[in-house]
């Protein structure tokens, strides 16, 4: 397992509200940001060369996302070379893939400018970038979380139920090779009755391994920061897991952050700043 290397001191738990700091901006009818983060490492001095590299780079990735799901490439060479994937969820189609890719990249240039390493988290994409080699790594740092500050009433027998469907679902995903990585499933008995719907993927640049290693700490994830919750999103740069309620996936009709209700944000992240914000 590789961490993503943004040369910070700690890693830390935070537990933030959506209203006021983070925005879930619905971007268009099909797809919906959730976040961006750009790395701590910034370089304006001599950066012009590679933050070049960087936008030919993602106008190439935009440039294959109506074609294909997942797409990695680099630009440029040597310290100023940047490497680059994006990934769009298994079930969208080929049109939502493009506009979410074409999002992301105008994302990133906006709101990333002169980072070394960046990533920004659609409900239907991912895309991110790097001066570093970052193709067939898995990586789970940053993870990002994002639940319901909704509970559902029989903890115990939702978990059971939840964790049976995660656990399946993490061996269906690593064998599976279209969409590559790529699981959903229900449970429609969950917690009393009501339905549970789980999907899970992973880039498929990793091997089978890795992607179960990187699920794996995502249903973990869930166990630490999103238990008993009624939805929950669990995000890292190889990987993503969620659950919900409500059929979010597939035909279905899109369901914007796995049901109703206020929202409740997790971060994992290593920071080296050091001051707090209270909310």
Known sequence: MSL?????HTLIIVSLSF????????CSNSI????????LEVNTAQNAPFQDNVNKLLSELSSKSSGTSFYNSTSGDNDKKVYGLYLCRGDVKSG??????NSAAKNLKQNCTNNRESIVWYEECMLRYSNRSISATE?????????SVNKVSNKDQFNQSLLSLMNGLVDKAVGNTTPIYFATGDDKK?????????LMQCTPDINGT????CLRAGVGGYLETCEGRTWGMIFSPSCQVRYGPDL????????????TGKRKSFVAVRVTVQAVVAV
């Open 190 to 198: 969950g917690n009393g009755g009501t339905s549970i719907y789980c």
């Open 139 to 147: 990586e789970e740092l940053p993870w990002r979380y994002w639940c």
């Open 248 to 259: 979010f996936y597939g035909e279905g009709k899109p369901t914007k952050s796995g049901g």
């Open 32 to 39: 919906h940001y959730i976040h961006h983060y750009c790395s």
């Open 96 to 101: 939502v893939c493009r506009d979410c890719i």
């Open 19 to 26: 209203i006021g700091l983070f925005k879930l901006v619905i």
């Open 4 to 8: 993503v290397n943004f040369h910070d």
């Open 210 to 213: 890795d992607c179960q290693r």
